[in-house]
Structure formats: structure tokens, C-alpha cells
């Protein structure tokens, strides 16, 4: 087909949306609303991905160390552990910090430590071990196993199963409930441009007869079918921003307020939008498209 031909298609399709305003924006709306809801689980998931990452970032093995290890050891040791597979930062903490943090943690009884400072002081030399991922953990803890240097190691297994489950959990579920949104997406925008050329049978019926093929007559449909599409894509993603830039002011209002958050920070809107809009630009114009594709092939067969 030719560039005129494509002209064409394009301003029929234009022409069928502006002749056909009802349905128009009865498909529009449908799209709109679908995609809606499928932006803001999106941005859900996103949030919750990178939650579960910040919890699995900070999971951290302590390993307490032998008296009587000279500073240079103390570096070889340290060396060794930063090169093992998982480990992202080995901090050293010294008896010393150990029984000051231990005081700041009893608050008003810290005073009851005072008398174990210096040589009386019962804790020993440790590293802090912090490691990427759960899964690495069982693999670094086998490893101490063969360090003379390491007296004892210290973690917590069910913290590091329950993290390793929220991680699946969430994951799993977040990426199940996109394609069951998607595929409602589809079915609710399908059924509304089904009705659209529904509506206009007898307009395809007239065209059929008088000799137009099956795609001259299918192109303008299809291309009204992705605008409908885009132009729903394009109002659900700026409703979608609205609402969360509306609860981004909220959660840093409130953070501000009282403090509460911690790490739970929400992702910053430019982080997230332009994945939105990407997947219902996506979702839209395509659904739109295939629906519109197939919903006149019942009515071409005359």
C-alpha cells in the first residue's frame, strides 16, 4: 500500500471517532478506567520490589573473633571475607564500640556496664558481614566454618527465611496479578470496541458489497482501534501520576510529621512514570488494536 492509501486509513479512522462520538468515549472511558487500575498496581509492585530489595540488602552475619589477632591479621582476614561470593561490606567492630552500642541499646541501665570496660571488657572483636541476597547467607556461613580466627557466628535463620519467602512472595504475586489485569484489560476493552463495530455493521456491510477488500475496509477500524487505545493510555497515565504524586506529598508530609517511614521511602514519580506509561501505551494501543481486528471479522464474512 502506498502513502495515500495510509492517509487514508487515518483519517477515516479520525473520522469514525469524531462521527461516533458516543461509543468513542465509551471505548475511551473503558480503556481509560482499566488501565487505571493497572497503572496503580504497577507502581504498587515497583515500590514493593524495591522494599524487599532493601530488606534483603541489609542482611548481615556476624562473626565473632579469637582474642589475640594481630591488626595484620585482622586485614587478611577482613580481605578474604570482601572477596567472597555475596558479600558486599565487611565492617569491623571492635569490643570496645560493641560494649558502648550495647549500653546505648539498655538505655537508663546502661550504667550497670561500667564496670567492664577495658581489660574487664567481656565481648569480643567482631565482623559485621552484610551480604546481597538471602540466598547467599547458608554459603557464607559454611565458609567461617574453615576460618581458624572466627570463634562463633551469629545470624538469625528464620529472619533470613522469611525474608527469602516475602522476597518470592511478593514477586510472584505482583508479576501473576499485572498479566490477570492485562488480560481483564483486554477483555473489558474488547468487548467495548466489539460493540463500537457492533454499531456500525451495516456502514461495513455497504462497503463490502460495493467491492471494497477485507483490509481496506479492516485498516481504518484497526487504526481507530489503537487511537482509542493511546488516547485512553494517555488520560489513565496522567490520572495515575495525579494520584501519586497526590501520595507522595502524603507520605513525605507524615515522614516529616512523625518520622515513621524508615526505609519504606515511596519511589520518586519520575522513577516510576515512565514505566507506567510505557505499559499502558502498550497495553492500550495494542489491545485497542487486536480488538478492533477482531471483533469485524464476524461481519466481513458477507
Request: proline fraction near 2%.
Amino acid at each position: 500500500m502506498n502513502l495515500s492509501s495510509w492517509r487514508f486509513f487515518v483519517v477515516h479512522g479520525f473520522q469514525n471517532i469524531l462521527r461516533n462520538r458516543i461509543m468513542s468515549l465509551a471505548s475511551v472511558t473503558a480503556i481509560m478506567i482499566t488501565l487505571i487500575v493497572l497503572g496503580l498496581i504497577l507502581i504498587v509492585v515497583a515500590n514493593l520490589d524495591v522494599m524487599v530489595d532493601e530488606v534483603e540488602s541489609k542482611m548481615e552475619v556476624t562473626l565473632f573473633l579469637k582474642d589475640g589477632l594481630t591488626d595484620q591479621q585482622r586485614s587478611m582476614l577482613e580481605q578474604d571475607i570482601r572477596n567472597w561470593q555475596g558479600v558486599y561490606d565487611v565492617e569491623f567492630v571492635s569490643k570496645h564500640e560493641a560494649l558502648e552500642k550495647w549500653k546505648r541499646e539498655l538505655g537508663d541501665k546502661g550504667s550497670l556496664l561500667d564496670g567492664y570496660n577495658g581489660e574487664n571488657n567481656p565481648l569480643p572483636d567482631s565482623f559485621l558481614v552484610k551480604i546481597e541476597k538471602p540466598e547467599y547467607v547458608d554459603e557464607v556461613i559454611q565458609k567461617t566454618k574453615g576460618l581458624y580466627y572466627v570463634e562463633e557466628v551469629n545470624y538469625s535463620s528464620k529472619v533470613v527465611e522469611f525474608v527469602e519467602w516475602l522476597a518470592r512472595t511478593i514477586r510472584i504475586a505482583g508479576a501473576g496479578l499485572v498479566v490477570i489485569l492485562a488480560a481483564v484489560a483486554a477483555i473489558i476493552i474488547g468487548n467495548t470496541v466489539r460493540l463500537t463495530v457492533y454499531s456500525r455493521r451495516r456502514e461495513i456491510g455497504i462497503m463490502k458489497y460495493i467491492g471494497a477488500t477485507d483490509w481496506f475496509i479492516r485498516w481504518p477500524f484497526i487504526i481507530e482501534g489503537l487511537m482509542l487505545g493511546v488516547i485512553g493510555s494517555v488520560i489513565a497515565t496522567g490520572v495515575v501520576a495525579l494520584i501519586y504524586k497526590f501520595l507522595l506529598d502524603r507520605s513525605s508530609y507524615m515522614n516529616l510529621k512523625w518520622g515513621y517511614l524508615g526505609i519504606f521511602q515511596l519511589l520518586p514519580l519520575s522513577d516510576v512514570i515512565l514505566y507506567v506509561v510505557k505499559v499502558c501505551l502498550v497495553v492500550g494501543a495494542c489491545v485497542g488494536a487486536l480488538a478492533s481486528c477482531l471483533s469485524i471479522r464476524r461481519y466481513l464474512k458477507v
